[in-house]
């Protein structure tokens, strides 16, 4: 394993160990606000990008109790008009703050 690797693993499982299971939900739902549009109507959009996530599983993206993979980020962040970086809440991230890198445990 590379160093990064590692690092993204111990990240991923403190993630999914902990009370939130994706880093986007809250992103996701104030930017689908924004553009005043329902939780269906996302779930249409992300067909055009053949990714298949139905209204349900959007609401528990939104509410954190759904993990998201990467090819999923993407076709929100492009459904949603914005940057798969501006749906990231890096806040939810434990740092280190002696030296700026993520807090591993």
Known sequence: FCK????AEKIMARIIDGDRNNLIGANVAKRRMQLNMSQRELSEKLELYAVYICRG????????????TDIELYALAKALKTSMEDLI??????????????ALT
């Not at 434990?94 to 993520?102: D, E, I, K, L, S």
């Open 57 to 68: 599983s959007i609401s528990r993206i939104e509410d954190f109790s759904r993990t998201v």
């Open 89 to 102: 809440d890096l806040s939810l991230i434990p740092y280190n703050r002696a030296n700026r890198t993520p």
């Open 4 to 7: 990064n690797c590692r690092i």
